[in-house]
């Protein structure tokens, strides 16, 4: 059944490309927005546990509460 579900979901995904429905398909399937540790990412390194975005260098050159 899961294999069933994974193959529409997949399908979904591929027919309403830039449609605008991702959001939507995310909060319907239940489809984590964080990849899951160890998982390969799309430049070939694996993800970890982190839950943020990088600051950019001038962030904190420019505000001396970070670093």
Do not use: K
């Not at 490309?17 to 984590?32: A, K, M, Q, V, W």
């Not at 899951?36 to 943020?52: E, H, I, L, R």
């Amino acid at each position: 059944a899961q294999e069933v579900m994974d193959q529409i979901v997949y399908e979904r995904s591929a027919e309403m490309f830039l449609e605008g429905h991702h959001l939507y398909d995310i909060t319907r399937y239940n489809i984590p927005l964080i990849p899951a540790v160890g998982t390969y990412s799309p430049f070939g390194d694996t993800f970890g546990n982190d839950m943020c975005f990088r600051l950019p260098a001038t962030e904190f050159q420019n505000n001396e509460n970070i670093g």
